[in-house]
T-cell receptor, first 112, second 108 residues
Framework: DVKVTQSSRYLVKRTGEKVFLECVQD?????MFWYRQDPGLGLRLIYF???????EKGDIPEGYSVSREKKERFSLILESASTNQTSMYLC???????????FGPGTRLTVL | GIQVEQSPPDLILQEGANSTLRCNFSDSVNNLQWFHQNPWGQLINLFY???GTKQNGRLSATTVATERYSLLYISSSQTTDSGVYFC??????????FGPGTSLSVIP
C-alpha cells in the first residue's frame, strides 16, 4: 500500500516562529503536493514538486516555502508563522504514470 | 479555470439507506478521484475513475466523461460512512481541483 506520512498530527506554534512540516512517501512518486484546508474554502494548493530540487507555486504560496532535497521527502516551511496560517495541512504524492493522488493524515497547525 | 460542483452539499441518512452523490465538472479532465475525509481529517482514496464504472463493496462510482459528471453510490449506509466526500479532477497540468464536498451524516 502507498503510504504518505506527516511529521506531526497536531502542532502549536507562536507567531513569528519558523515552522517545518515534513512529508515522506514510500512509493517512489515523482510528484508531491502541499495543501491547506480551511472551513468554507476547501482544499487549496500551496506548492508542488515534480522532481528533486524542483518546486512550483500553487494557488496560495505567499508566506510559505518548500524544500525537496530527496525524492521521498517534501518539506513545507513557514518562515515566520502568523495566526492566519492556522489550518489543516495535507501532503499528497502521485506518479505521473498513474496520476492517482494519495494523501497523508494531515497536520493541524495552530499559531498563537 | 475548471469548475467542480458537488451535490447535495449536506445529506443526512438513516443507517441502511442508499444514496447518490454527484460531481459535475465544467471542462475535460484527465482523471477523477473520489475521496472520503474521515472525522480525523484524513483523506481516504475511494475511487480513481476517469471513466466507466467501478465497485468496491457497498460503494460504486460511475464517470461519464463526455457529459462531464461522476456519481458515487453508497448502499446500505453505516455510521462509519459519515464524513465529507470529495470529488477531485486533474487537468493536463497535473493540478488537482477539488469540489466543495458533500457532508454525509449517517444516524443509527
Amino acid at each position: 500500500d502507498v503510504k504518505v506520512t506527516q511529521s506531526s498530527r497536531y502542532l502549536v506554534k507562536r507567531t513569528g516562529e519558523k515552522v517545518f512540516l515534513e512529508c515522506v512517501q514510500d512509493m517512489d512518486h515523482e510528484n508531491m503536493f502541499w495543501y491547506r484546508q480551511d472551513p468554507g474554502l476547501g482544499l487549496r494548493l500551496i506548492y508542488f514538486s515534480y522532481d528533486v530540487k524542483m518546486k512550483e507555486k500553487g494557488d496560495i504560496p505567499e508566506g510559505y516555502s518548500v524544500s525537496r532535497e530527496k525524492k521521498e521527502r517534501f518539506s513545507l516551511i513557514l518562515e515566520s508563522a502568523s495566526t492566519n496560517q492556522t489550518s489543516m495541512y495535507l501532503c499528497a504524492s502521485s506518479s505521473p504514470l498513474v496520476a492517482e493522488e494519495f494523501f497523508g493524515p494531515g497536520t493541524r497547525l495552530t499559531v498563537l | 479555470g475548471i469548475q467542480v460542483e458537488q451535490s447535495p452539499p449536506d445529506l443526512i441518512l438513516q443507517e441502511g439507506a442508499n444514496s447518490t452523490l454527484r460531481c459535475n465538472f465544467s471542462d475535460s479532465v484527465n482523471n477523477l478521484q473520489w475521496f472520503h475525509q474521515n472525522p480525523w481529517g484524513q483523506l481516504i482514496n475511494l475511487f480513481y475513475i476517469p471513466s466507466g464504472t467501478k465497485q468496491n463493496g457497498r460503494l460504486s462510482a460511475t464517470t461519464v466523461a463526455t457529459e462531464r459528471y461522476s456519481l458515487l453510490y453508497i448502499s446500505s449506509s453505516q455510521t462509519t460512512d459519515s464524513g465529507v466526500y470529495f470529488c477531485a479532477v486533474k487537468t493536463s497540468y497535473d493540478k488537482v481541483i477539488f469540489g466543495p464536498g458533500t457532508s454525509l451524516s449517517v444516524i443509527p
